[in-house]
DNA sequence: AAAGACACCTGGGAGC
DNA sequence: TGCTCCCAGGTGTCTT
């Protein structure tokens, strides 16, 4: 479900809730997420304050003085705080209750998220060796370039590729390079210098644009307060096929690359 | 080292 | 109605 946009919509909407709240209790329903919900958690949790709640790439960071709970939300899951006597539904596997009245529950479909503990998250296994974050300075042209030389693997792949930079998934793949005019084929490899200095430009401000209308919303994702994203209404190509392209009136194509539904316009991306 | 296939899991929609 | 098949916002792991 969820890229950069919608991680970071969540994340502000939690925070609020949590920051200064100490945690009374952990309750798991399903333990089987992509890896176990560890059974530490609650002696990890229990009493402690939580400090902030940030991100780094798709993954929320719960910061607490001893350590990090790391929440990551798959293809299918959110977040939502609730009130704690809400009953939980079919998937809401997790909840963190608070010493306020509320709680921060977990629902994931598709369990392909993830509920982790680190006591240094920037060690992590999953996280030491991420690529830079798309927004930060760290991303840019040079660094872009260079990473993509000799590279054999189609653009789009490259640019979803997390050890490349995070955050940029399925959608904003085919929208920043829609914008960037490179079609998605293309091996980074063979990207110009140029070519690369628009797709960082522009990858830029379609996760920008993304996190100031609350995320896309396809089907199910919710902000924390049970608001759709809005940016659904900008997608440019993203599930289009069949449509005019909003630039030049030909059709929208869909090609699967890497096991992916992929989307350009034939005539403005080359 | 890099690329590609496969794995995890459930639900919704299309087609018959 | 109900069955089967395909697809879905992610990404680690295994094999070439």
Known sequence: MPELPEVETTR?????HLRGKTVSDVVVRQRQLRWPIPKS???HLKTQTINAVERRGKYLLVQFDRGTLMIHLGMSGSLRVLGKAVP???HDHFDLVLNSDKCLRLRDPRRFGAILWADNWRQHDLIKDLGPEPLG?????????????KRKVA???????????????NIYA??????????????AGKISKLEATTLVEVSKTVLQEAIKQGGTTLRDFTASDGKPGY????LAVYGREGEPCLHCKAI?????????????CPKCQI
């Open 252 to 264: 929208i194509k869909q090609i699967t690359i890497g096991r992916r539904a992929s989307y350009y």
């Open 174 to 187: 085919s929208e920043a390079l829609f914008r960037a005019g490179v079609r998605p084929t293309r091996l």
């Open 88 to 90: 939980a539904e079919k």
């Open 155 to 169: 653009v789009k792949n490259f640019i979803m590729n997390s050890h490349i930079v995070v955050g940029v998934g």
């Open 137 to 149: 300075n760290d991303f840019n042209a040079d660094y872009l370039y260079a990473k993509s030389r």
């Open 12 to 16: 502000r909407g939690i925070e609020k």
């Open 41 to 43: 958690l609650a002696r």
């Open 231 to 234: 940016f659904k209404q900008q």
